[in-house]
């Protein structure tokens, strides 16, 4: 009802011309007029209003002014007509309403609104220089009647003729202007999606207008006068009801049919009314044959209008075609379908349209055979952040071209474009995001894009989303079992090369292990020595941390590498500390996670030689780790590092003297065996000297010496306090100072070696002191 408000002045003005043409003539047609022309207006007001809701309307007020001023105009002109001819007032009338209807036919096309995009309408192609030009010429025709009727007659000396020549004047130069104006329109903004489809269809019309209103005027069907303004006011409405109306596509589509009833009509009526103006006797005869004419070109109107559409409907028809194919059930045959469908878009060699896919990274093609093929390809990421900004999500080629100037960030997007000889991309979408687009190729053409062709492929992406996610589901299922097939193969091979590394790194553990433990094993034949090896490997194989008893000068480490031989760690690393080192000291060393001997033993057996002489904060902190880790949940097959200490004496005699820890001694628990001494390894003695001797030798430079049994005896007497230390010492001197290939009781006395035999326990009854039994010198070992 607001909107109705604005209706009640242009009524009153058309209901004046229609009383005084009523007056003027006395007729029945001013008065028909007078009801029917505000009826008009009163439609066209209704269907002008502004939709209820905002953001529905994308028409601009001015343009929605503009095309009721258009109307009104028309019916000025009609109501000024209906009164009798040669009336300066109702001359003036008539040519201030098609005055206004040009005018505001101008100012229409200069508020076309656009459909959003990175186009903006030219500065240029909002100006009114033609409306203001226009309502000049028309200024001036009604200025000249309307002297005739507002000054007294005396006072104008002005030809009658004169109006009609400014009539006929102005008529002409408005729809120059008028065709000026829409071919600017035409050039400025046939970029911007929709607007060219409304431009290109004004500057149709407004040269089909001129085309024929001024070869009618010249052949004289009608007076100039009368014909001109009648061509303006239509082409006024045409062109103001192509800016205004909401749906560009109808402008195209309707444009084609009006052009061929316009083409082909137009020169059958201008023949008509010259022949029936020449010939008045077969006027009758000419009107039947024209309406004849009239139905055949209404025949043949919309064969004609097919080569209208842009590209000869090319485009139309093939994306049509994409459609009916995407409706296949199974995926990836609707595809092919629609692609190969894509492809009658253009007839250019090695041009074809091109299926891109956001996940996984591919692009599906069409060959000249029909089959599929996808290749990887990744396309810019900008490409989907500017076509969704577009209108219906397409991206032209052509825009980026224009912006390329004005806007440097588009060039690489252009480039790429330009690499793929491609037309547009129109985004796939689904409400998770981009699937992909469809990439059309250039091929040969050079018409823009129209908003029906834009429509057309955009309801194509749409109805192949669902398509193109089931399908880059399935295609991405495959890529993740190839992968998972190339991943399970590479897990396999690197498997093997660990198995094969960790098999060699465990037999280098091993032999280290039994190279030091070689040593215990050979020599083992005394009752003592078996004795002690029997209970290490049943504490090894339980898994325990001994504590391993040894006397002075007895290597503890062949014996706890016997233990770590025996554990279940036996492939793992045996670390080695030496607790009398300052540098094992240190409990920053052991606290370190990557240095610590703890971590460096995991997985193995940890062997800590005089473990007495550690600090009291490192044997706690050695105690408390390896417990932590027993109780931790196992994380891997890796067993936790075993511990094997050796101590002077038992654990508990060194606790109370304050050596050893009580958190370390608890750990140790009641596994402790004692190392048998050398002097109760008598069976053992030989093959101790003989091994010590084949390693002394060659070191000396020259070839493994032996011992002789004279040398043997006194070894064999003597109690060895230092045990198995003293032992190396005293046959690495031997060896320097023999002389021969065979240690002799000379070479030991050249050693320095006086053989102390061990005292035995004193008894109750003193022996005689005047007979001294000589100690009887134990038997060598027989051969093994």
């Not at 205004?244 to 596509?249: G, K």
């Not at 004692?674 to 053992?684: F, I, K, S, T």
């Given at each position: 009802?607001?909107?109705?408000r604005s209706l009640?002045?242009p009524?009153a003005a058309?209901a004046?011309?229609?009383?005084?043409?009523?007056?003027?003539?006395g007729g029945y047609?001013?008065?028909l007029?007078?009801?029917l022309l505000?009826?008009?207006?009163?439609?066209?007001w209704r269907?002008?209003?502004?939709?209820p809701r905002q953001?529905?309307d994308r028409?601009e007020?001015?343009?929605r002014?503009?095309?009721r001023a258009c109307?009104?105009g028309a019916a000025?002109?009609?109501a000024?007509r209906?009164g009798?001819?040669?009336h300066?007032?109702?001359?003036?009338a008539a040519n201030?309403?098609?005055?206004?209807?040009?005018?505001a036919?101008l100012?229409?096309?200069?508020?076309?609104?656009g459909?959003?995009?990175?186009?903006a309408p030219a500065?240029?192609?909002r100006?009114l220089?033609?409306?203001?030009?226009?309502?000049?010429?028309?200024?001036?025709?009604?200025?000249?009647?309307?002297t005739?009727?507002?000054?007294p007659?005396?006072?104008?000396r002005l030809?009658p003729l004169?109006i009609?020549?400014a009539?006929?004047?102005?008529?002409?130069?408005?729809?120059?202007v008028l065709?000026?104006?829409t071919?600017?329109?035409r050039?400025v903004r046939r970029l911007?999606?929709g607007?060219?489809?409304?431009?290109a269809?004004?500057l149709?019309?407004a040269i089909t207008?001129?085309t024929?209103?001024v070869?009618a005027?010249l052949m004289?069907v009608?007076?100039p006068?009368?014909?001109?303004?009648?061509?303006?006011?239509?082409?006024?409405?045409?062109?103001?009801?192509?800016?205004?109306t909401?749906e560009p596509?109808?402008?195209?589509?309707?444009?084609?049919?009006?052009l061929?009833?316009m083409i082909?009509?137009?020169?059958?009526t201008?023949l008509a009314g010259?022949?029936?103006?020449?010939a008045?006797?077969?006027a009758?005869?000419?009107?039947?044959?024209?309406?004849?004419?009239?139905?055949?070109v209404g025949l043949?109107?919309?064969a004609?209008a097919?080569?209208l559409g842009p590209?000869?409907?090319r485009?139309?028809d093939a994306?049509?075609a994409?459609?009916r194919?995407?409706?296949?059930?199974?995926?990836d045959?609707a595809?092919r379908?629609?692609?190969?469908?894509?492809?009658e878009t253009s007839?250019?060699?090695?041009?074809?349209p091109e299926l891109?896919?956001?996940?996984?990274?591919?692009?599906?093609?069409v060959?000249?055979?029909?089959?599929l093929h996808?290749?990887?390809?990744?396309a810019?990421?900008r490409l989907y952040?500017m076509a969704?900004?577009?209108?219906?999500?397409?991206l032209?080629a052509e825009?980026l071209a224009?912006l390329?100037?004005?806007?440097?960030?588009v060039?690489?997007?252009?480039a790429?474009f330009?690499a793929?000889r491609?037309?547009?991309?129109?985004?796939?979408l689904d409400?998770?995001?981009?699937l992909?687009?469809?990439?059309?190729?250039?091929?040969s053409?050079t018409?823009?894009m129209?908003l029906e062709?834009?429509r057309a492929?955009?309801l194509?992406?749409?109805?192949i989303?669902?398509?193109?996610?089931?399908s880059?589901?399935l295609?991405r299922?495959?890529?993740?079992?190839?992968s998972?097939i190339?991943r399970?193969?590479a897990?396999?091979d690197e498997?093997?090369?660990?198995e094969?590394?960790i098999?060699?790194?465990?037999?280098r553990?091993e032999?280290l292990?039994?190279?030091a433990a070689?040593?215990?094993?050979?020599?083992a034949?005394?009752p003592?020595?078996?004795v002690?090896?029997?209970?290490?490997e049943?504490?090894g194989r339980?898994?325990?941390?001994?504590?391993?008893?040894a006397?002075?000068?007895?290597?503890?480490l062949?014996?706890?590498a016997?233990?770590?031989?025996s554990?279940?760690r036996?492939g793992?690393p045996?670390?080695v500390i030496?607790g009398?080192?300052?540098a094992?000291?240190?409990i920053?060393?052991w606290q370190?996670?990557e240095?610590?001997p703890?971590?460096?033993?995991?997985?193995?057996t940890?062997?800590?030689?005089?473990a007495?002489m550690?600090?009291a904060?490192?044997?706690?902190h050695?105690?408390?780790?390896?417990?932590?880790?027993?109780?931790a949940?196992?994380?891997s097959s890796?067993?936790p590092?075993?511990?094997v200490?050796?101590l002077?004496?038992?654990p508990?005699?060194?606790?109370?003297?304050g050596?050893?820890?009580p958190v370390?001694a608890?750990w140790?628990g009641?596994?402790e065996?004692q190392?048998p001494r050398l002097v109760d390894?008598?069976e053992?003695?030989?093959?101790?000297?003989l091994?010590?001797?084949?390693h002394?030798?060659p070191?000396?430079?020259?070839e493994?010496?032996g011992?002789?049994?004279?040398a043997?005896r006194l070894?064999?007497?003597h109690?060895?306090?230092?045990?198995?230390l003293e032992?190396?010492?005293l046959l690495t001197r031997?060896?320097?100072a023999?002389t021969?290939?065979?240690?002799t009781?000379?070479?030991l006395?050249?050693?320095?070696?006086?053989p102390?035999?061990?005292a035995s326990?004193?008894s109750?009854t003193?022996l005689?002191?005047?007979?001294r039994r000589?100690?009887r010198p134990r038997?060598s070992?027989?051969?093994?």
């Amino acid at each position: 009802m607001r909107g109705m408000r604005s209706l009640w002045l242009p009524f009153a003005a058309v209901a004046y011309v229609c009383f005084a043409a009523a007056k003027a003539s006395g007729g029945y047609v001013p008065w028909l007029a007078l009801v029917l022309l505000p009826l008009m207006l009163a439609e066209v007001w209704r269907r002008t209003a502004a939709p209820p809701r905002q953001g529905e309307d994308r028409i601009e007020k001015s343009a929605r002014s503009a095309l009721r001023a258009c109307f009104w105009g028309a019916a000025i002109w009609i109501a000024a007509r209906t009164g009798p001819a040669g009336h300066p007032a109702f001359d003036a009338a008539a040519n201030l309403g098609a005055g206004a209807a040009i005018v505001a036919a101008l100012v229409a096309l200069s508020r076309i609104p656009g459909h959003g995009g990175v186009m903006a309408p030219a500065r240029s192609a909002r100006s009114l220089d033609a409306a203001a030009f226009a309502g000049f010429l028309w200024a001036i025709a009604v200025a000249l009647p309307a002297t005739r009727v507002l000054l007294p007659a005396e006072q104008v000396r002005l030809d009658p003729l004169a109006i009609d020549y400014a009539t006929t004047s102005a008529g002409i130069g408005s729809l120059l202007v008028l065709v000026a104006a829409t071919w600017r329109l035409r050039i400025v903004r046939r970029l911007e999606m929709g607007v060219g489809d409304r431009a290109a269809g004004a500057l149709a019309l407004a040269i089909t207008a001129f085309t024929v209103a001024v070869p009618a005027a010249l052949m004289d069907v009608a007076p100039p006068d009368r014909v001109l303004p009648v061509a303006v006011i239509l082409a006024s409405i045409a062109c103001t009801w192509t800016a205004t109306t909401r749906e560009p596509t109808t402008v195209s589509s309707a444009l084609r049919g009006i052009l061929a009833i316009m083409i082909l009509g137009a020169p059958t009526t201008l023949l008509a009314g010259l022949v029936a103006r020449q010939a008045p006797n077969h006027a009758g005869a000419i009107v039947l044959a024209s309406s004849a004419v009239s139905i055949v070109v209404g025949l043949i109107a919309r064969a004609v209008a097919r080569p209208l559409g842009p590209e000869q409907s090319r485009w139309l028809d093939a994306i049509d075609a994409a459609s009916r194919g995407a409706l296949t059930p199974e995926p990836d045959a609707a595809i092919r379908a629609a692609l190969v469908a894509l492809g009658e878009t253009s007839n250019a060699p090695g041009a074809k349209p091109e299926l891109w896919r956001v996940s996984p990274e591919e692009v599906l093609s069409v060959d000249v055979a029909g089959y599929l093929h996808v290749d990887k390809g990744a396309a810019p990421e900008r490409l989907y952040e500017m076509a969704r900004e577009e209108p219906e999500r397409t991206l032209r080629a052509e825009v980026l071209a224009a912006l390329e100037v004005r806007r440097p960030e588009v060039r690489p997007l252009l480039a790429w474009f330009d690499a793929r000889r491609a037309f547009s991309a129109t985004v796939v979408l689904d409400e998770d995001g981009p699937l992909g687009f469809i990439l059309m190729p250039r091929g040969s053409r050079t018409a823009p894009m129209s908003l029906e062709e834009a429509r057309a492929i955009r309801l194509l992406a749409d109805r192949i989303s669902a398509l193109l996610a089931v399908s880059s589901a399935l295609a991405r299922s495959r890529e993740r079992e190839l992968s998972a097939i190339t991943r399970a193969d590479a897990i396999d091979d690197e498997r093997e090369r660990l198995e094969h590394i960790i098999h060699l790194e465990a037999g280098r553990n091993e032999s280290l292990a039994e190279q030091a433990a070689r040593g215990v094993r050979s020599s083992a034949y005394s009752p003592a020595a078996r004795v002690a090896l029997e209970q290490l490997e049943r504490v090894g194989r339980m898994g325990a941390s001994p504590a391993l008893i040894a006397p002075p000068g007895v290597d503890a480490l062949g014996w706890a590498a016997l233990v770590h031989l025996s554990s279940p760690r036996h492939g793992g690393p045996m670390v080695v500390i030496d607790g009398a080192s300052g540098a094992e000291h240190d409990i920053e060393r052991w606290q370190d996670a990557e240095r610590s001997p703890l971590a460096l033993a995991d997985g193995g057996t940890l062997i800590v030689l005089d473990a007495a002489m550690l600090p009291a904060n490192v044997q706690e902190h050695m105690a408390r780790t390896l417990s932590r880790r027993a109780s931790a949940p196992a994380r891997s097959s890796v067993l936790p590092a075993g511990l094997v200490v050796s101590l002077p004496q038992t654990p508990a005699g060194l606790v109370e003297s304050g050596a050893l820890s009580p958190v370390l001694a608890r750990w140790l628990g009641d596994a402790e065996v004692q190392l048998p001494r050398l002097v109760d390894r008598g069976e053992d003695l030989r093959a101790l000297v003989l091994a010590a001797l084949a390693h002394t030798g060659p070191r000396e430079g020259g070839e493994p010496l032996g011992i002789d049994n004279a040398a043997l005896r006194l070894l064999m007497e003597h109690s060895w306090p230092g045990n198995e230390l003293e032992l190396r010492d005293l046959l690495t001197r031997a060896a320097a100072a023999a002389t021969g290939r065979v240690i002799t009781p000379a070479d030991l006395a050249s050693a320095g070696f006086r053989p102390v035999v061990e005292a035995s326990a004193p008894s109750a009854t003193p022996l005689p002191t005047t007979t001294r039994r000589r100690p009887r010198p134990r038997r060598s070992p027989r051969r093994h």
